[in-house]
Each structure stands twice: as structure tokens, then as C-alpha cells.
């Protein structure tokens, strides 16, 4: 544990997101949306994207590049699709209901896809094919993101981090398959927190311009804004290790989230116009919900991902290893250890936290640091 760690309750973590959110011109059901997909991270153990972004999130509605009232339009809509423009709202508020949009599509005519445009930062993606499994579905959810990647053979931040995220339910309810990956090796969210923490990366992981290892995680962060680092796609530089094929994937996820919406992609996801101006940063999304029961009943699918699960977890151990993971399965079992010990907040987070406390005037939280 990192010198100077506090442990808040969840509880106490989550109201103070929705009072910051609130504070900030958010309506009270949005706030409560907004902080739900972030405890959501908290409770899995994804410190990239809980509380830890919160500061985020204060900077840019402040700055005007997130407009804290969200106008979900849908601009074009079939049966089975929808076309969606967030008009810069709220990301976490826009991802839900265009999640639930293409749920209640699927559960009436089999599938249901959302594409979104305008839209801003939404959370961890994985929240969003955790919807369509608390509604007896399979979900699918890609999200561009500011350029990160380099693309193979090059050295120059191009493609976002490009999650994707994927979920099913098994005949286990309390962990249901669901990943939830960026393309890159590490996501951007990693070094953020490795700089809260300060520590370093890990070389293979990011380079500089003329391709040589960064493990600095300030270096990178600083670099990838300006152009002189990049992070490495999945299987890392060059082909050996099939870096190509994880630079395919981040430029597939890009396709998902701006040829199908007619909307922006890689540099036009900077946050700045021509004239060096901070602008809405204009991500996009794809969402998809599949009806199992279109297919197969709902029991006899569980039966066979939960058995596919089984025999995963029952292959061979390598050397030094006693168990096999499914993904999503970390994530599941540290719900309930962070429910009884609290979320940690290291120091630099404390101190991100104190000033959106005293910026708002949110006198009300004692906390212990």
C-alpha cells in the first residue's frame, strides 16, 4: 500500500461524485447515472476510471468541452437501429440510454445497434454489455478516444486506446463472462494512475518518437498530447508478436465509432480546433444487444458459456500458477472485498479531491486527509 492511502466507504465515494456532478450543473438523475458507472470501475478494481477521473470530468465541464445538461437526440431510427447525436453531454448519461436504446430493440425484433456521435468520455465500456446481461442478453461496446496509438511501423499517436467490450451471461450469475480490453497494450487510464502513484511503467509498453521505450509515466502522458510518445497496440511494435493485429483491432473499433455515425475520428478527437482552442472532444460510440432468446432459450445459452467457462478454468496449470481466470472473473470477486474495505485514495488523489471539496463548498465531508 502506497505511504498516506485512505480507505473511504463506498457509499461516502459515490455521494460525493453525485454532489461534485451536481455542483457542476448536472440534474440529480443524471449525477446519480454519472457516478454509477464510476463506482462501477471503483468496486471492480479499475482505479483508472472511478473516483481517479472524477478531476476529469470537473476539468472539462469547467472548461466547457462537456455540457453538464445532456440532449440525447436520436437523428435517424429503424426498427432495429438508431443513429444518436449526444450533442456533448454527459458521456456516462448518453452511454446508458443508448445502451437501453438498443436493448429494448433487440428484446422487440432480436438485435438492437446504437451508434452515437458527439458524445464524450463514458466510463469503463464494460458497464454497457453489463447492462444487456442484467437483461437477459449478450452486449457489445466500442468507444474511439483521443489518439494514443502508434500504428505499426510508425511512432506517431494516431488511434484512440479503442476499447472493446463484451459480455454474456453464464449459468453463474454472480460472474457472467465480460471483457472489457483496450488495443493498446496498456490504456492511457494506466499511466494516469501510475503517475498518481508515482511509479513507472513497464518497457514494450510505449515509446518515443524514434521508437525507443518510455516507462516514465509523466514522460508519456506529456508526450502523447504532444506527439512525441505513443502507446503500443496489442502484441507491441513491429509484427513478430502481431502488433499488427492489435493496430487492426483499434482501427476496426475506430470504423465502429465514426463511419456509422458520420462523425469524428482520430486528430478530430483532440479537444483543440485549428487555433490551438479547447473544443468538445466529439467521440464517438457503437453499441449492440443481441436477444439469446431470438436464438436459443436463455437456460440452454448460460449452460453452454457456463461450461465453456468450466473447462477454461479446469486446463492445465503452467508452472507456478494454481488457477485460470475467465474474463471479467478479478473484476467480480473484488466487488465484494472493495464493499468491506473501502476504496483506497492515495495522496495525490486526496489532493484532487480537497479542491473540487473547496471549489464547490461541499463543507459537509469530513474526510480523513
Known amino acids: 500500500m502506497i505511504e498516506g492511502t485512505h480507505y473511504l466507504p463506498v457509499a461516502t465515494v459515490q455521494q460525493f461524485m453525485i ?10 438523475e443524471d449525477a446519480r447515472t454519472a457516478s454509477e458507472v464510476l463506482i462501477a470501475a471503483d468496486v471492480r478494481g479499475i482505479k483508472s476510471h472511478g473516483i481517479g477521473r472524477l478531476k476529469y470530468y470537473y476539468d472539462r465541464i469547467k472548461r466547457g468541452q462537456h455540457q453538464p445538461v445532456t440532449r440525447f437526440e436520436v437523428v435517424r431510427e429503424s426498427p432495429t437501429t438508431a443513429l444518436v447525436d449526444g450533442n456533448h453531454g454527459m458521456g456516462h448519461v448518453i452511454g446508458v440510454k443508448a445502451m437501453q436504446l438498443a436493448i429494448d430493440k433487440a428484446r422487440t425484433y432480436g438485435l438492437g445497434a446504437v451508434a452515437v456521435r458527439n458524445s464524450t468520455h463514458f466510463g469503463i465500456a464494460g458497464y454497457y454489455p453489463l447492462m444487456a446481461i442484467q437483461a437477459g442478453m449478450a452486449g457489445l461496446c466500442f468507444t474511439n478516444a483521443r489518439p494514443a496509438i502508434a500504428p505499426t511501423f510508425a511512432t506517431f499517436p494516431m488511434l484512440g486506446t479503442n476499447p472493446i467490450a463484451f459480455g454474456a451471461p453464464t449459468d453463474d450469475d454472480t460472474c457472467p463472462f465480460l471483457f472489457d480490453g483496450a488495443t493498446s497494450i496498456v490504456q492511457r487510464g494506466t499511466y494516469e494512475v501510475l503517475a498518481r502513484e508515482e511509479r513507472p511503467g513497464q518497457p514494450g509498453w510505449a515509446i518515443d518518437r524514434d521508437g525507443n521505450d518510455i516507462t516514465d509515466a509523466n514522460q508519456l502522458l506529456n508526450g502523447l498530447d504532444s506527439g512525441e510518445a505513443a502507446l503500443l497496440p496489442l502484441g507491441g511494435a513491429g509484427e513478430s508478436h502481431g502488433g499488427h493485429k492489435g493496430y487492426s483491432l483499434a482501427t476496426m473499433v475506430e470504423i465502429f465509432s465514426s463511419a456509422f455515425q458520420s462523425g469524428a475520428f482520430m486528430y478530430g478527437l483532440i479537444g483543440f ?14 453499441f449492440m444487444a443481441i436477444h439469446i432468446e431470438s436464438f436459443v432459450p436463455l437456460s440452454e445459452f448460460k449452460r453452454t458459456t457456463g461450461e465453456i467457462a468450466r473447462q477454461l478454468r479446469a486446463a492445465r496449470k503452467a508452472l ?4 485460470v481466470y475467465i474474463a471479467g472473473e478479478k473484476e467480480a470477486e473484488s466487488i465484494a472485498r472493495v464493499m468491506a474495505q473501502g476504496i483506497p ?6 489532493a484532487e479531491i480537497r479542491v473540487m471539496q473547496q471549489e464547490l463548498g461541499l463543507s459537509q465531508y469530513s474526510f480523513p486527509f
Open 345 to 350: 485514495i492515495v495522496p495525490n488523489l486526496q
Open 19 to 28: 454532489d461534485v456532478f451536481k455542483g457542476l450543473g448536472v440534474p440529480d
Open 273 to 286: 480546433d485549428a487555433q490551438g482552442r479547447r473544443v468538445p472532444y466529439r467521440i464517438g460510440h457503437f
Open 320 to 323: 507456478g500458477h494454481d488457477r
